[in-house]
């Protein structure tokens, strides 16, 4: 390599012309930023890397990451039935219905999923039903609350709110119900549930 005192004018300009670019991404308004993981915007866990032009978006990168928890690695060591109280954190927003998709896929594996008894599929389409309508709640109330309709948010988390009781009635837990097990449930309904979840379906 040259010393400092050897470098011609031609290598200098050379240099800077190389460098040109990599200064005119400095130059101007452009700027990265990052949104997330936790911006009010992104409910739940997302970060997406941004390039700003001024007030415009030139680029985005998502990065989904913050979801792995490698419970594939923690399944390695466990019982088929053990691992059920990880599919309640996969999502947040139906861990009862996690706890199914979770059972029905090992079942299919097994060869019983067309032996279950009619009432535990019916319980468990019920727990999937009630899942599926608190996340929806969730999302509009989260979507309206976004938009500035804060009573809408209320009333949507209101319902919310009857259905955590109804699994916490069932299960023994609101978020982390670990109810299913392979080939049934971990108990049958708790007397009157029936009954509830039919006035909760008719309000």
Not at 35 to 51: D, F, K, Q
Not at 98 to 126: F, H, T, W
Not at 181 to 190: C, E, K
Request: proline share 4%; charged share 25%; glycine share 8%.
């Amino acid at each position: 390599m040259s010393a400092f005192h050897e470098l011609t004018i031609k290598d200098t300009v050379a240099r800077s012309a190389a460098a040109a670019d990599e200064l005119r991404d400095l130059d101007g308004d452009r700027m990265v930023v990052n949104m997330g993981p936790s911006h009010p915007s992104t409910h739940g866990v997302l970060r997406i890397v941004i390039e700003l032009d001024g007030e415009t978006i030139t680029k985005a990168d998502p990065d989904i990451g913050y979801l792995h928890r490698g419970d594939e690695k923690i399944a390695e060591n466990m019982t088929w039935n053990q691992f059920v109280p990880y599919t309640d954190r996969l999502d947040y927003l139906a861990p009862l219905a996690n706890n199914v998709a979770y059972v029905l896929a090992v079942e299919k594996l097994m060869g019983i999923d067309d032996k279950l008894p009619p009432r535990c599929q019916s319980i468990r389409v019920i727990c999937c039903e009630l899942a599926r309508i608190s996340a929806h709640l969730l999302g509009l109330g989260a979507f309206a609350m976004d938009v500035g309709a804060m009573t809408v948010f209320l009333h949507t988390f209101t319902e919310r709110e009857k259905i955590y009781n109804l699994a916490e009635a069932l299960t023994g837990a609101r978020f982390t119900t670990s109810y299913t097990r392979i080939g049934g449930l971990s108990r049958d309904t708790p007397k009157g549930w029936c009954a509830a979840v039919s006035k909760f379906c008719g309000e």
